[in-house]
């Protein structure tokens, strides 16, 4: 195989599929049956252009036969009169006349012939026709729902282009929520490690909270020391027995 004919091999073979592609069921069946109605549209018109045939026929060879009478009538009266040779050419005439009606006679059946031929024709094709629209319906409805079903089992299985955009978007959302909420996760660690410092003053590390929670406790027992340290002396005692007389009540 020579390069020129690969050549044309790979661009038959792209332009096929791409038509193939491009092609609509629908719209090739509702095409066809247009072209179909278009050819019964013709033989129709041929019937009709035959049948006028045929009826101009009949009218010329009934006009030859009013003439054949009318020189019949003729050659009669000169007869009568005693013209034989007006009779005479009359009737020679008359005779012309009838080798026209005899040629006319045999194309009308001739005409005939293809008149019944066509109209035989055009009933055979308004059948093929009819049967073919009953055909396209039904082969459209099925190529429909096929269609449909397709579309729904791709949209289910998510692998249709429209629902297949939708379902990478939520998928690069999710990713994108799982990695912030690691970072964060992350950050927070380090700041109550120690290993970042807070730059708002906010955040404090461990031994810092428990050093400062040392320090209050400290602060609360020396308050407290020197409260009773300040009371006059007996009377801690004896606000101590109160306090148990009435815990007793």
């Not at 095409?31 to 035959?50: F, I, P, T």
């Not at 409805?141 to 729904?152: E, H, L, M, S, V």
């Not at 949209?155 to 909420?181: C, H, M, P, Y």
Request: hydrophobic share 35%; glycine share 6%; net charge negative.
């Amino acid at each position: 195989m020579s390069i020129f004919q690969r050549i044309a091999t790979i661009f038959g073979a792209k332009a096929n599929k791409a038509l193939d592609k491009a092609e609509n069921p629908n719209e090739t069946l509702d095409y066809s049956y247009q072209k179909q109605l278009e050819l019964l549209q013709k033989v129709r018109r041929g019937v009709a252009d035959v049948a006028t045939s045929r009826k101009r026929l009949e009218l010329q060879i009934n006009q030859l036969e009013q003439q054949q009478n009318k020189l019949s009538g003729q050659a009669q009266k000169a007869m009568e009169i005693g013209r034989e040779d007006l009779a005479r050419e009359a009737l020679t005439r008359k005779s012309g006349l009838t080798q026209q009606i005899t040629d006319l006679q045999s194309q009308h059946e001739g005409l005939q012939g293809e008149e019944q031929k066509l109209t035989l024709a055009s009933q055979r094709l308004q059948a093929k026709v009819d049967a073919f629209r009953t055909k396209k319906e039904t082969l459209k409805a099925t190529y429909n729902a096929a269609d449909a079903q397709t579309k729904i089992g791709e949209a289910f299985s998510g692998i249709s282009e429209e629902l297949g955009d939708v379902g990478l978007a939520v998928q690069r959302a999710e990713d994108k929520t799982a990695s912030l909420q690691a970072r964060a996760g992350a950050v927070d660690e380090l700041l109550a490690s120690g290993a970042l410092d807070d730059v708002t003053g906010t955040q404090k590390d461990d031994i810092t909270a428990q050093l400062d929670s040392l320090s209050s406790d400290n602060d609360v027992e020396m308050e407290l020391q020197r409260m009773r340290e300040s009371l006059p002396a007996g009377s801690e005692k004896q606000d101590q027995k109160s306090l148990e007389g009435e815990d007793q009540q």
